[in-house]
């Protein structure tokens, strides 16, 4: 009788400890669940935030050159912060476009690669594209694109153009 009460008193014990172990594993995977979904979820507020900056303009079509230059200066500052070149994978190198803007010789022109003009040319950009001197009256653009990576979420193209 008394081995059978320890024999009773064993297998309750073991039982007792599988249990634990049970509760253990499951809480284990619980908690690594949860923490994953908090990182994707601060990840995807991190591509929010860095995308608002550039979508608030999406079919704006009282852009100045001033706004412009702002979004050419954030593309570029995006882009040396992540040590990135055009072309680079997954879309993360910011592209900005402007089209049929004044140039110096009053002509229009077509600029694919805004961000990567210099101050001087920002300036000059401004100067040339703030008013109209003819009707005395501010110049406009209109933001005619923006291209989100399918596999990044993030902005990689944003495109103006002349009113």
């Known amino acids: 009788m008394e081995?059978?009460?320890?024999?009773?008193?064993?297998?309750?014990?073991?039982?007792?400890?599988?249990?634990?172990?049970?509760?253990a594993v499951y809480l284990f995977t619980s908690l690594g669940n949860t923490s994953s979904e908090i990182?994707?979820?601060v990840e995807q507020t991190k591509i929010d935030k860095f995308n608002s900056?550039?979508?608030?303009?999406?079919?704006?079509?009282?852009?100045?050159?001033?706004?412009?230059?702002?979004?050419?200066?954030?593309?570029?500052?995006?882009?040396?912060?992540?040590?990135l070149e055009e072309g680079s994978g997954y879309n993360?190198?910011?592209?900005?476009?402007?089209?049929?803007?004044?140039?110096?010789?009053?002509?229009?022109?077509?600029?694919?690669?805004f961000e990567k003009l210099d101050d001087a040319k920002y300036t000059e950009f401004i100067k040339n594209n703030s008013t109209n001197e003819e009707k005395s009256e501010i110049k406009y653009f209109t933001c005619t694109k923006?291209?989100?990576?399918?596999?990044?979420?993030?902005?990689?193209q944003i495109t103006f153009e002349a009113n």
């Open 39 to 41: 990182y994707s979820k």
């Open 146 to 156: 923006i291209s989100q990576s399918n596999i990044t979420g993030r902005v990689y």
């Open 3 to 23: 081995n059978a009460a320890r024999a009773l008193t064993m297998a309750a014990g073991v039982l007792i400890g599988i249990m634990i172990i049970s509760i």
């Open 53 to 83: 900056q550039f979508l608030k303009y999406y079919r704006l079509d009282t852009c100045t050159a001033h706004d412009i230059v702002s979004i050419a200066n954030l593309a570029k500052n995006s882009n040396e912060y992540y040590e």
């Open 92 to 113: 993360y190198y910011v592209n900005v476009s402007v089209i049929d803007y004044i140039d110096n010789n009053g002509s229009k022109k077509t600029e694919r690669n």
